[in-house]
């Protein structure tokens, strides 16, 4: 079966850097995504994994590990305006992407 | 390049009652997916289509839910009769077929079911 977790809430400070992490059990791999979602409002394409390690664009990082299932978003310099939901998704087979649940971020000033 | 569009943007209905959301791809996506997220939670696949065939539609309550792809661009996906539980943002989602590059999404229909 299908299993992504992540964390359902985090809270950080306005300027701040914060790690959200997801760990997935799949029954295939083509890949890992990372979507931002704003409250009312659609996905939207943040960052690709497909290979170890870890890509850089801009204030945004993601890492990946095939080994552990494992996979965090970094945010530095957070502002105001990334207060919104992350999706962590699998690309598990066929070009279908799998959701976790998504983590909820509240900066604070 | 134009979106990915979705209408209506929101629709209240009542419990029994039918529903109809419509779906026009990014042009040239072969891909269509179409995902129920309900509020608080990560979106969930309905049904994917390739041009006008379906890939995978095992999450799809078939019992109240269709959906088509007629000519392989435009989508409709229909509830009938609708429940209180159906209440969630539908998004429809195109993409060039196993460009690993993931999804572009609509603003989705918000449902609620009264």
């Known amino acids: 079966g299908q299993n992504i977790d992540q964390p359902t809430e985090m809270t950080a400070t306005e300027g701040a850097i914060v790690q959200i992490n997801c760990t997935y059990q799949?029954?295939?791999?083509?890949?890992l995504f990372w979507y931002q979602q704003h409250a009312g409002e659609a996905p939207t394409f943040l960052s690709y994994n497909v290979l170890d390690g870890l890509e850089e664009k801009g204030r945004f990082s993601s890492f990946l590990s095939r080994s552990k299932g494992y996979s965090y978003l970094l945010l530095k310099e957070l502002q105001m305006k990334d207060s919104a939901s992350y999706l962590c998704a699998v690309n598990n087979a066929g070009n279908m992407l799998t959701f976790g649940g998504g983590t909820r971020l509240m900066v604070k000033p | 390049e134009a979106g990915v569009a979705q209408s209506p943007r929101y629709k209240i209905i009542e419990k029994r009652q039918s529903v109809a959301f419509w779906c026009n791809p990014i042009?040239?996506?072969?891909?269509l997916y179409w995902y129920q997220q309900i509020l608080g939670q990560g979106p969930k696949l309905l049904i994917q289509?390739?041009?006008?065939?379906?890939?995978?539609d095992s999450q799809l309550p078939k019992d109240r839910f269709s959906a088509e792809r007629l000519k392989g661009v435009d989508s409709t996906l229909k509830i009938q009769p609708a429940k209180l539980e159906d209440s969630a943002v539908y998004l429809c989602?195109?993409?060039?077929?196993?460009?690993?590059?993931?999804?572009?999404f609509g603003s989705g229909t918000r449902l609620t079911v009264v």
């Open positions: 989602a195109s993409s060039l077929w196993q460009s690993g590059y993931g999804y572009t």
């Open positions: 042009s040239g996506h072969a891909t």
């Open positions: 289509f390739q041009n006008n065939g379906v890939v995978d």
């Open positions: 799949t029954s295939g791999f083509n890949g």
